[in-house]
């Protein structure tokens, strides 16, 4: 996506956070250049830029990593104000009250071509380890771990049933009080036209929490005049069709790694429906109707992830300047979510 600068506004104080919470493939990368083009000091996946006083820093693991061990200290989150990429492994209850001023964004697309942008992401990754065919679990490519290697049907069908759990803690969660949905929102990145979207992510960065959205169409509940005290009308506005479909918009053709496969979405959009996910429900923003076909189905849950290492969160010497070592995980190479 390409998003205009609208209504340019100073960037916040370094304690007003935005976390975005959505996973991998939803335009992440569009969301952080627009944030660091606005002057914010931006972190994708693995945090880099200055640290004070003004000296190169690179983590060594994600943000999110960091969230998990609940650490204040964490130059990541000391350094840094925004922060996308797998934000749906992150520990949002915790962030939400370690940062009393943080502003929260759940970034979503339709659910197929979600899953077919990771799908042919998983198959990049296999044709590079020269893997067994461009589509297969990890047993077929054990240069890879299962999050790296794995794109089959059952996989991911897990995933949507995985992703929609957890936009249903999400918006449960910021749904608990006027306060904590004055500091959420929701974006759908290929629905809404660049300009809204740019104006929204705008207001996500707003001073005053007590703002109301400009734009239109709306998507945070404290403007909806359906249900202004609660996240149900916004629920109700994504699935019922409140904004266009993403299908309207020529969805998942194209995205930073290239074109999508026609036969990809194919193949996904059959595999789900005969697992229990009607067609219409493959095009929601929000996962449920379709997770709740493929749950009756009985599927075998995902591998759980590993706990993050522990780790002294001390920064990484680089540059020439001399710092802490950081023990902890290293990076994922590659990853579809």
Not at 17 to 27: E, N
């Amino acid at each position: 996506i390409a998003l205009g600068v609208v209504g340019a506004s100073p960037p916040l104080p370094l304690d007003h956070k935005i976390f975005f919470l959505g996973p991998a493939k939803t335009c992440t990368t569009a969301l952080h250049r627009y944030y660091v083009s606005r002057g914010h000091k931006a972190c994708h996946n693995v945090c880099e830029g200055e640290a004070p006083p003004g000296r190169p820093y690179k983590g060594r693991e994600a943000w999110w990593s960091a969230t998990a061990r609940h650490n204040l200290n964490a130059p990541d989150l000391r350094y840094f104000q925004v922060f996308s990429d797998l934000g749906d492994r992150a520990d949002f209850r915790w962030l939400a009250h370690a940062y009393p001023h943080a502003r929260f964004v759940l970034n979503s697309r339709g659910l197929l071509p979600w899953l077919v942008s990771k799908a042919d992401h998983v198959a990049r990754n296999r044709r590079q380890k020269n893997c067994t065919g461009p589509v297969g679990g990890s047993d077929s490519c054990p240069a890879l771990t299962w999050r790296q290697g794995d794109n089959r049907d059952a996989t991911m069908a897990g995933w949507t049933v995985r992703e929609a759990r957890h936009q249903a803690a999400v918006l449960s969660f910021f749904d608990g009080s006027a306060a904590l949905r004055a500091r959420f929102a929701v974006v759908d990145v290929e629905g809404m036209r660049p300009g809204d979207l740019a104006a929204l992510l705008d207001w996500v960065a707003r001073p005053d929490l007590g703002a109301r959205v400009p734009v239109g169409p709306v998507l945070n509940a404290t403007a909806l005049p359906a249900g202004p005290s609660s996240l149900t009308g916004l629920v109700r506005w994504l699935l019922g069709g409140g904004v266009p479909s993403s299908r309207d918009f020529g969805v998942a053709k194209v995205n930073a790694h290239g074109q999508h496969h026609a036969a990809t979405q194919a193949r996904l959009a059959a595999a789900l429906e005969a697992l229990g996910c009607p067609r219409d429900a493959q095009w929601d923003r929000l996962y449920t109707n379709c997770a709740a076909g493929l749950e009756r189905a009985g599927l075998p849950p995902l591998p759980e992830d590993p706990p993050p290492r522990a780790s002294k969160d001390k920064e990484r010497p680089r540059g020439g300047w001399r710092a802490s070592r950081l023990k902890g995980g290293a990076q994922e190479m590659a990853h579809p979510g």
